[in-house]
């Protein structure tokens, strides 16, 4: 079992900076991958940005240049660093944890955390 515990959300204007945070606990040893996603009311879930296994990192489009994920392995915490936002990024942002199981992978999430940026 893994459980992630989130922080970081909240309300700012467009252009605005908000740092997420996601601390990691249990049985992480089989990690595949670590991130965030972003949800709205009436769309699906959708990947925002993730760390691989092997330490590279990916993006949705949309986001590149704008924000950075990084972490702290000795805390288990994973970061997304949201610089020059804007009212679309407005969504719940839930930290993901997927890892290795026999026969394929399971996925972990966070409770969410609400960022709102006003226009």
């Known amino acids: 079992q893994v459980q992630l515990e989130e922080s970081g959300g909240g309300l700012v204007q467009a252009g605005g900076s908000l740092r997420l945070s996601c601390a990691a606990s249990?049985?992480?040893?089989?990690?595949?991958?670590m991130g965030w996603f972003r949800q709205v009311p009436g769309k699906q879930r959708e990947l925002v940005a993730v760390?691989?296994?092997?330490?590279?990192?990916n993006y949705i489009d949309r986001v590149k240049g704008r924000f950075t994920i990084s972490r702290d392995n000795a805390k288990n915490t994973v970061y997304l660093q949201m610089d020059s936002l804007k009212p679309e990024d407005t969504g719940v942002y839930y930290c993901?944890?997927?890892?290795?199981?026999?026969?394929?992978?399971?996925?972990?999430w966070g409770q969410g955390t609400q960022v709102t940026v006003s226009s």
């Open positions: 993901n944890v997927r890892t290795y199981v026999t026969g394929g992978y399971r996925n972990y």
């Open positions: 760390f691989i296994r092997d330490g590279s990192t």
């Open positions: 249990g049985s992480i040893s089989n990690l595949n991958t």
